[in-house]
Structures are given as structure tokens and as C-alpha cells.
């Protein structure tokens, strides 16, 4: 009797199952390695964001040691025994600046911690630096079209000459992405002809900065009314973008409302910005003499026109001589700034902010009228001078 015998094989299997074994772990890795990925990055971000809250937190501390060091009026009188440790420490460039100032009360530690209830302490976070500067290069802000800033133009020494920029690399990338063309219109030389008109709003190229409105006032320790009257004291430029390849300058002397054939001044503007390590470079500048003598009190009124997007602009003062040479003059605490690093565990984040302080709760005019008997005015608008009406009777005051 013949036997059978069945013999099966089990290769095969077993390479699959090893096969299913290896993708299914390597599947769990996969995904568990993508959500502890996902797991840091979400706490490295929540930190990152925690930190700059604690570098914030040092700015706000410093605007409230600024606000105490103007109120005992330690600019004016470093040396009284209320300001001695405030004049300090203000312009020492310390990281501990806040703590040797006291306002905090009995806190000298490295650092200051951020809590305001028990349960914050769990978060680690602190401020590790925060450094005032009150004398700064320049004066930085930005302002949208039709608004204007007042600037006191107060340096530590005497200046005669003043140096705007404006329209900066964020502005650049801001009107790119309104979908217009990437390359900056700005004017040609012939504008400048006494015959030119200034275009309407609607007409100006969305890619040309704005035109600058530049207004002069400076007056001396006693003065009429009378003497705004005077281009030392009350003068006005009109600086408009060009493709002019020098730094142009200019004067207050060409005020408009003195010499109207001169009512725009050309500005030099470049396509591709410079860097520096701090601003991040402007396309267009001017360099202004400063009409009259130094001693007097000065502020700069900024208005950018036309362009209808924010605007970011820096001033800057210099001391220049007969001879050529050029000295940078600093502001003296008109716009402090505050250096601040923020801690929150081991992530740090640091932030640079310029604090600016505005005296009383009445805004600054943007115009004003003078009269002695009475007003009445009639305003029209027009694109042509045709579209005014001469001698009109509208208006009998």
C-alpha cells in the first residue's frame, strides 16, 4: 500500500507577515514622530510668543519709568535728589535698568519675573534686559496720506541742516502686492518747470512715494505773532520724487508761500534700497538748510500727500560747515528708545521700540485762521484754474 505524503512550504507566509510587521511599524513611527514634531513645534511657538509678551511687558515698564523721570522733570534737573538714580540709570545702557530704578519696589534680581497670579509662575517668563536710550540718531514713524506729525527738532548741540527719508522697503513691498507694476514711477526732471500743475489724487502713480509737505516752525524765547509771517520762522517746502541720481538739497528759503515758481523742490529717489542694519533703507531723501540762527526753538510739521498708503519716513539733524564736513547731531529725548529682551524658559526674544510722549489732551491743529473782524469763505474744488469763478459774490463778509 502506497503512503502520501503532503509537505507544504511556509515561506511565503512569513515573508508577509515580517512585510505587514515592518510597514505597520514603520507607519507608527512615522506618525508618532509627526506628532511629537508637531508637539514642539507648537510649544516652540507658543514660547516664542510667550517670550516676546515678556519683552513687551520690559517696553511697558520702561514707558512708566519715562513717565515718572519727565513728571519729576529730571531732564531739565538731573541733578536733584529725586532724579539722581532715575538719570542714572535711564541713559546708563544697563540691562537692569528697571530694577535700580525702584518702581518696581525692592527688586534687584538678573531678572524680572512676569506673574500676576500664582498659576503664571508654571510659565517661566521674565524680561533679562531692558535698556533706555533717550538721545537717538533720528527721529522714525510712519503716517498715512492727509496725516501729519509735528516733530520737535531739539538736538544735543546745534544743527543747520536736516535730512529726511522716506518711503521705505515695507512700503515698497506693500504697494507690490496690491498687484501693480514692481518698479518704483517716479518723476522727470522737466516737472520742475514753473508751468508744471500738480496731478489730481486718482492721477498719481500708484508706485511713486508720496510728495512730502515739509513746515518749518522755529521761534526764540520771546516773539510776536507777526514774525511767522517771516521765512526764518514759518516756511514750507514741497518736496516731490524724482530720478534725480545726487542727493538734492534744498532750502526753507524757497518757502512757497514767498516765492511760489519754486512750489516743488526735486527729491532724490532710487529703485533698488539701500540696507542698514536698523531702518532697512528709503528710496527717496532730501538734505534741507535751516534758515536763522540755531538757538532757536524748532519743530518740523510732516505731511505726506497723494500716495495712499502709509508712509514710513526718518529725520535726521547735522552740524555742517563751511568746509564740507558733516556731523551727525542727535536728538535730545524727543523719541527714547527701549531695547528689550524677553524670556519664557530658554526662548529669548528681543524687541527695539521708540516711545514718544505728547504733552496734554488736546491734539496738535492742522490749520488754523487769524482774524480781527469777520470770516467768510467759499470753497470749490476744480482740476482747472476755469473751473473758479472770478470776483464771485458769493461771499460778502
Known amino acids: 500500500m502506497n503512503k502520501r505524503q503532503h509537505r507544504q512550504k511556509g515561506a511565503v507566509s512569513i515573508f508577509i507577515v515580517i512585510f505587514a510587521a515592518l510597514l505597520i511599524t514603520t507607519i507608527t513611527v512615522v506618525f508618532v514622530r509627526l506628532m511629537i514634531q508637531n508637539q514642539n513645534q507648537a510649544t516652540a511657538n507658543d514660547l ?19 513717565v515718572k523721570y519727565y513728571d519729576s522733570k529730571c531732564d531739565e534737573n538731573p541733578g536733584s535728589s529725586s532724579c539722581l538714580s532715575d538719570s542714572t540709570n535711564i ?27 500664582t498659576e503664571d509662575a508654571q510659565l517661566n517668563q521674565a524680561y533679562t534686559c531692558v535698556k533706555i536710550t533717550l538721545d537717538t540718531d533720528d527721529y522714525i514713524a510712519s503716517l498715512r496720506s492727509g496725516e501729519s506729525k509735528l516733530i520737535h527738532l531739539k538736538g544735543v548741540s546745534g544743527f543747520n541742516t536736516i535730512e529726511l527719508q522716506w518711503y521705505d522697503e515695507r512700503n515698497y513691498q506693500s504697494a507690490q502686492t496690491s ?15 514753473t508751468t508744471m500743475h500738480l496731478p489730481t489724487q486718482s492721477s498719481w502713480p500708484k508706485m511713486r512715494p508720496a510728495l512730502m509737505r515739509l513746515q518749518l516752525l522755529q521761534f526764540g524765547s520771546s516773539f510776536n505773532l507777526s514774525d511767522f509771517d517771516s521765512e526764518q520762522h514759518n516756511a514750507s517746502l514741497f518736496l516731490m520724487p524724482s530720478n534725480f541720481s545726487e542727493n538734492t538739497r534744498s532750502n526753507f528759503s524757497t518757502n512757497v508761500r514767498m516765492t511760489p515758481s519754486d512750489i516743488l523742490q526735486p527729491a532724490s529717489c532710487k529703485t533698488a534700497f539701500p540696507s542698514t542694519a536698523y531702518t532697512g533703507g528709503y528710496a527717496c531723501s532730501a538734505i534741507i538748510g535751516r534758515p536763522g540762527g540755531a538757538n532757536m526753538d524748532a519743530y518740523l510739521r510732516v505731511l505726506p500727500i497723494y500716495n495712499t498708503q502709509s508712509v514710513t519716513f526718518r529725520v535726521c539733524l547735522r552740524k555742517c560747515d563751511d568746509g564740507g564736513s558733516i556731523k551727525p547731531v542727535k536728538f535730545d529725548g524727543v523719541q527714547p528708545e527701549v531695547d528689550s529682551t524677553g524670556r519664557a524658559s530658554d526662548y529669548f526674544r528681543r524687541v527695539k521700540s521708540r516711545v514718544e510722549f505728547v504733552g496734554g489732551k488736546m491734539p496738535n491743529i492742522d490749520a488754523a485762521v487769524d482774524i480781527t473782524g469777520s470770516l467768510c469763505k467759499v470753497f470749490e474744488v476744480g482740476e482747472s484754474d476755469t ?10 463778509p
Open 387 to 396: 473751473d473758479f469763478k472770478a470776483n464771485s459774490d458769493l461771499c460778502t
Open 179 to 193: 498687484g501693480v507694476s514692481a518698479a518704483l514711477n517716479l518723476a522727470d526732471a522737466p516737472i520742475f518747470e
Open 48 to 66: 516664542s510668543r510667550s517670550a516676546l509678551d515678556s519683552a513687551n511687558a520690559g517696553v511697558e515698564d520702561a514707558k512708566r519709568l519715562l
Open 91 to 117: 541713559n546708563g545702557k544697563k540691562c537692569n535698568t528697571i530694577q535700580s530704578s525702584g518702581i518696581l519696589g525692592a527688586s534687584t534680581g538678573s531678572e524680572v519675573k512676569i506673574k500676576t497670579n
